[in-house]
């Protein structure tokens, strides 16, 4: 199973565009990209999930780059609502899965 | 459509004390786990149902833990006796794919906030 890293934090201000990076250096052939959010008290929600180059839909983009080794997932105009910690999951999806620390995202203001 | 419940939200029980959670999946999905955060820690993989088989339980902590899903509906977990370092967030999730976990999309309630005195 791969291992993921992303950074601990970031912060950002409402409005702007935010790119998270994960790295997954021995992602499998077979692996695909999944990121999930969650809130405080809640569940981690699915946005969304890839396998190469770019997928968007309503809610997120996710960057892949040909090698794999690295996703970016890319939230345009952020409000205070999208404060939120953000997971990327690398292979198999609920078996086993390794969800890390995640992302913890501060939108000011 | 109804989403992934947890029952209860809230549990505080005293060290010993036997516990039971319980997960109503989404309808006609037929993969459903079973999560916790223990300690602020990381959120880890405790089993596997495949309607109502055990597919993988190897993330079970010890044998205090025991889950299941009559009927391959709804699931129970039950904490017995319950220690202090049990303490910690259960969350469950269900998936409707059921091939290939590669690609699954997993759909979680807000977890079960378990606190053992």
């Known amino acids: 199973l791969a291992k993921t890293t992303q950074p601990i934090s970031m912060d950002s201000y409402e409005g702007q565009e935010v790119n998270i990076t994960c790295s997954h250096n021995?992602?499998?052939?077979?692996?695909?990209i999944t990121w999930y959010q969650q809130f405080p008290s809640q569940g981690p929600r699915f946005i969304i999930q890839g396998y190469k180059t770019k997928v968007t839909n309503e809610v997120a983009s996710l960057f892949i780059p040909a090698d794999r080794k690295s996703s970016t997932l890319s939230l345009p105009r952020v409000s205070l609502s999208d404060t939120a910690v953000y997971y990327c999951l690398v292979g198999g999806g609920g078996f086993k899965t390794i969800f890390g620390a995640g992302t913890r995202l501060f939108v000011k203001a | 459509e109804a989403g992934v419940t947890q029952f209860p939200s809230h549990s505080v029980i005293e060290k010993g004390q036997t516990v039971t959670l319980r997960c109503d999946p989404i309808s006609g999905h037929d993969n459903l786990y079973w999560y916790r955060r223990v300690m602020g820690k990381e959120i880890k993989f405790l089993l596997h149902?495949?309607?109502?088989?055990?597919?993988?339980e190897s993330g079970m902590p010890n044998n205090r833990f025991l889950a299941e899903r009559t009927g391959g509906t709804y699931s129970t977990l039950k904490v017995q006796p319950a220690e202090l370092e049990d303490s910690g967030v259960y969350f469950c999730a269900s998936s409707q794919d059921g091939t290939g976990f590669l690609r699954e999309k997993l759909f979680f309630g807000s977890g079960t906030q378990l606190s053992v005195l």
């Open positions: 021995n992602i499998a052939t077979n692996d695909y």
């Open positions: 149902f495949v309607k109502e088989s055990k597919q993988d």
